[in-house]
């Protein structure tokens, strides 16, 4: 009983996780769209995360200044970019927040490249 217990929760999961993988594929409204591009931005902002706490670790203190100061002026970039406030209501274009945010983590990507490759060049950060 159990087995099939388990088996049958294992087959229902599966079908969800299906469903919302085919639901992202050919979103049906624009909130299907929305939870689709936030999944998207989420998993661009972990990598971009991943990537800087790595590059960070590669960095001697030069350097880890610069990278923070550079990551807080992009931070300030892509808010100016991608949202905006009106009232007490704001607003964010995730389509550009996840561009940004893969860009910036194909960025610190390369700086991570170099600094195994040919060392940590400060001047590129």
């Keep these: 009983m159990k087995t099939i217990n388990f088996t049958l929760i294992s087959l229902l999961c599966a079908s969800n996780i299906a469903l919302a993988t ?10 299907d769209g929305l939870y689709c591009l ?20 590669k960095l001697d203190s030069e ?12 931070i300030e970039e892509r808010n100016t970019n991608c949202s905006r406030r009106d009232g007490d209501e704001f607003f964010v274009n995730l389509n550009c927040a996840t561009n940004t ?16 490759s040919a060392g940590c060049q400060n001047s590129q950060l």
């Design 101 to 116: 945010t893969i860009e910036r983590s194909n960025f610190l990507q390369d700086r991570i490249r170099e600094c195994v």
């Design 22 to 31: 085919s639901a992202c594929d050919k979103p049906q409204t624009d909130f």
């Design 38 to 57: 936030n999944k998207v931005y989420q998993e661009a902002d972990k990598e971009l995360n991943e990537n800087y706490k790595k590059l960070k670790g």
């Design 63 to 74: 350097g880890k200044g610069l990278l923070k100061t550079g990551q807080l002026t992009w």
